[in-house]
């Protein structure tokens, strides 16, 4: 994984661990300061598990989730 990946600490809303946007030069991590440390590094692995896997090639958001947690 060569792309810029960006990674940001914000409020987010309850239940919203961390966003990801792709742009031209990379990916956006946008994780959830409302959460502990320990939890905002999961999102963050988590995220960046979608970028490694090429998420945004896919069609289905339900599957790719289930496949992230499983």
């Known amino acids: 994984m060569t792309d810029n990946i960006y990674v940001y600490s914000t409020n987010l809303p309850i239940g ?3 966003m990801v946007s792709p742009g031209v030069d990379g990916y956006t991590i946008y994780v959830n300061c409302r ?3 320990e939890e905002q590094l ?3 692995l988590h995220a960046v598990q979608h970028i490694a896997e090429c998420d ?7 599957d790719i989730e289930n496949q992230r947690h499983e």
């Open 16 to 18: 919203v661990r961390e």
């Open 56 to 62: 945004w090639e896919k069609e289905s958001v339900k």
């Open 42 to 44: 999961g999102s963050y």
């Open 35 to 37: 959460y502990s440390k």
